[in-house]
């Protein structure tokens, strides 16, 4: 790292947050469970994963290092943040599906990402395959470039998104880009879509359907049908990026213990924990998923059922197949190794040598009294702690 980048990580630890793109430097200990997750993105194994730590002991951080390591293995990567409060509810997945193409990341975009993102990468690889590379995905996704129907994507949002992108201008792909992340605001307003998306856009492709049939068939619906389309788009998209020489999609959901303590309503519960089912059966999505939450979270459902009368409900048992993966918190020894990291990286940022004023025992006390604070995220707390003394300790010796 240079002088500018370690200003920028002081900046973020004092918070108690490493910055994205250095996760892994600031990631201590665990090492038997880190390499448990890495082989996970090397097996492709496509099903859902139960992350289990306590408030404050690294769920986010663990998200966050498997978003890194994803991207570095030619992954896409998608984190969202669950709220039951705003507009990402699990019972509703045209909202998850908004979320995912909003946070969206490409390997190699790292200052980019979203949906539009996305689009431009796929079409860039579709004009490569249109200037003569022989690839049967392409072909028959635009059915040799007459681009009236497909039997690649189970999604018809998509392919007239897709198609759209390709052949449209600033105004689509801005109408696109919308559409994806608010589908909702649609319902109303599909004659919009088809305008812009197909009325305007007929010269350049071959598609026989009259106007009533597209809306007859739901092309512009993600919520109906039990939210088909929003499952088809989702296996669509990624589709799309493994065919255009990625690896697959990695999904990163946090608060997911959103669902029991803030949607209120047993049928929108219910809702919610199919969904999450359907992630780990991976036919929904044929991709990794990975959910942050505490180790009461199992208990909680169950006792979340039963107290809502479902005493005949599948849900609870469901839960309790998803495999977990059970995260130790950090030791004072693993503290102590985070410190001196975060030292070094000081000493980068302004230019000058710790080690020569802050001797070790100084910094392991500094660990062992933040490390001994009866608090969840003492990890945090340790990370504030030692960058408060580093930064008085050289504005001391200025």
Known sequence: MDIVEARRIIESLRKGIPPDGFIRHFTVGRASEITQLTERLDDVIHNALLLKANYGA????????IRESALEKNYAVSSVTLDCKGEVRFNRMDQVLGAICRNIEIPGFSSQKGIRTVFNFVSEKLECASDGQNNTFWQELTNNGRWDISDVLDSPALFVAIRAWAWGNSKVEDRIEDWFLQPWLYYNQIGLLYSDLILSLRRFFIDPRPKRQFYSDGV?????????????ALRGIQRLLCASGLKGLVLLFDEFEDVVTNLRNITYQESAFWN???FYAGKQFPGLSFFAVTPEFVNKCITLFLNKGRYESNYQALVKTIPTFQMTPLDVEELEELAMRIMETHGIAYDWIPDNVFCSSILDEIVCKAASAQIQDRARHTIIAVVKALDRLFEENQ
């Open 58 to 65: 690294g769920k986010t951080h663990i998200l966050r290092f």
């Open 220 to 232: 512009f619906l993600f919520h109906t049908q039990g939210y088909i389309q929003s499952w088809s």
């Open 276 to 278: 999450l089912f359907q």
